[in-house]
DNA sequence: AGTGGCGATGTAAGCCTTTGCATACGTAGA
DNA sequence: TCTACGTATGCAAAGGCTTACATCGCCACT
């Protein structure tokens, strides 16, 4: 920097005004600066700066698993916003609550952090709140108050979804097929599942809404139980993620039960598993792009004006019909 | 710093040396120092410590594109070798060769990069070797001398599948439907595969080894050309990928022809898909994570050691037997 | 008893910026 | 012509840490 300051004849004040606020000097002066830096290929020292400034353009985000393509969607939409705005982004695939997670190790050179919470955790909320840095949460709806949230809006999808069922099946032949019950994802579409048949007409019970887990598996075994109590009759499954649809559609190949004729299956998520599959699945469509963009925005946001109101944005889902269900009447 | 060393008694550069050198102080001393610092809670400035040291536990990771769970499984190793070391992990979704890309833009705060190359890139790659920092190449063969590199042993699992296939199938019969051309994976893949059936005595020509790109649509395309040619016959082929055995599946589907029965197929990474097609996709096992986590090892050796002597860490890759594979012959 | 050396600790310089305050100059108003 | 003020720039302190060098006991050796 002070070579930069003597090949323009300037202190190293100006040169650091000439990048911070060049409102402050004169054009001449700013512009003979800038073609010192070029010349000597001068970057300013991030480490000095942060010292100074005590701020940095590192954003945290931590996943509780970075894994498959669900979070690396996630992960892509956010790095792009990050670097659109000029932040770096730091990955934790963890959010541990103990000192080895992002929130604990990363404290003090982060700007910010944003943390994805799908199930309940008091430990790890706890250190959030407590720690200094401004963050974000993802699709979490707890700890409401004054914290920018982003989330993913179920209900649209997830009533759409339904409402698709119905077109062809009797209310009463509509199931649920969550994952893990404390998912927050899984209890928004479970009760929005069952408001919106009640609403139709038919309270489902807890035969008609399961909980297990996010795999294939979970899916092929619970469809089983399913079909083997439905004696024929055609149902109307909507699963929790499309791997659970996707089990769901082998129970059926189990017995010979045509897609969409006999089953009708609605996914979450329209991973790429929807489009592979023969027939296609039909799925509820989570734009997890937008919303890691959506999560650091709103974090960028916050710390450059820090007394703003809590946000919260809703990112729409939307039902996508691909083969595995059957056309609405006409 | 300051107030930990007047409640330890000391001066802040014991309190310094009982983080950094621990041996250099008196045991007691160390354990009253450690005292204060858990009593007080003090971190050390991550930014101050930079300046100092011109170090920082921070380290770029520069993918082609965080896209699937391929590159999710990628850097889901390396952020646990990262961690492990106590290191942070820095992402950067394109691996640009311009000013926006995580060399340009993290040059002087990271400690080492990380950089996946699949293809050609003289531009990014003159940007590398020009930047200050130490980096070690992922999955890229170029630039041979002197650089730490991480690839992938594509020899051995190619090896195996043609074998696998030359079990049940002529080697005439024999097929290769790569991804892109240039892709530094596919043309190993390629290579081998054509080596492996001269060794058996039949050299393949440019018709039974084609080139494309990474998607279902490519094998489906490819497919449905080679098997109109075979006239019925059974033939093998080995796939760039796991998307295109699929497709490849899809044009055995569109024709009615059996898989494993009279169409042999073996992919490629063993992602998800493999596991959850039916049958089961026969596919050679790439260890992604065990690939991020030796990229990242190999960068923190470079950086702990500047003049050691350039590795390469080469990562087995396996056959695994699924149902789109005839079994060998007993 | 005197001295050399070693282990433990303190002192203070320096890492590179940013920024509050001071300075210098020029201009407009009185 | 003098004052007052605004604009462009410089000066120097501060920010938290590391580390070379200095200091100080203390023990072992001659």
Not at 58 to 85: K, M, N, T, V
Not at 125 to 137: G, L, T
Not at 240 to 261: S, T
Request: contains cysteine; proline residues 5%; hydrophobic residues 40%.
């Amino acid at each position: 920097m002070e070579d930069v300051a003597k090949a323009a004849a300037v202190s190293t004040a100006t040169v650091s005004r000439v990048l911070n606020s060049p409102e402050l000097v004169a054009p001449e002066t700013a512009a003979r600066v800038q073609r010192a830096i070029q010349d000597l290929g001068y970057r300013p020292n991030v480490f000095a700066q942060g010292l100074m400034t005590r701020k940095s353009r590192l954003l945290g985000i931590a996943l509780p698993d970075i894994h498959g393509e669900f979070y690396s969607e996630l992960l892509r939409g956010a790095d792009a916003e990050a670097r659109r705005q000029g932040y770096h982004l730091l990955i934790s695939s963890e959010a541990r609550d103990d000192e080895s997670g992002l929130i604990g190790s990363a404290a003090g050179f982060v700007a910010g952090v944003a943390v994805m919470l799908t199930e309940p955790n008091e430990a790890l909320w706890k250190q959030i709140r407590e720690a200094s840095e401004p963050f974000v949460v993802i699709d979490s709806d707890i700890g409401a108050a004054g914290v920018d949230r982003v989330l993913v809006d179920n209900a649209i999808g997830t009533r759409d979804a339904v409402d698709h069922l119905l077109g062809s099946v009797k209310p009463e032949r509509c199931y649920f097929v969550g994952g893990p019950r404390e998912n927050f994802d899984t209890e928004q579409r479970a009760r929005v599942f069952a408001d919106t048949l009640s609403e139709r007409g038919h309270r489902p019970d807890e035969r008609h809404v399961r909980f297990g887990d996010y795999s294939v598996d979970w899916g092929h075994r619970c469809g089983g139980e399913i079909l083997a109590a439905a004696n024929g009759e055609p149902i109307g499954v909507l699963a929790g993620n499309d791997e659970i649809a996707f089990g769901v559609m082998l129970a059926a190949a189990d017995r010979g039960l045509n897609v969409p004729g006999k089953v009708r299956i609605i996914g979450f998520d329209d991973t790429r598993l929807a489009t592979l599959l023969r027939p296609g699945l039909t799925t509820v469509r989570v734009p997890m792009a937008q919303v890691g963009a959506a999560a650091i925005a709103a974090l960028i946001a916050r710390i450059d004006e820090p007394g703003r109101p809590a946000s919260c944005t809703r990112l729409p889902t939307e039902l996508v019909v691909r083969g595995t269900s059957a056309p609405a009447k006409p």
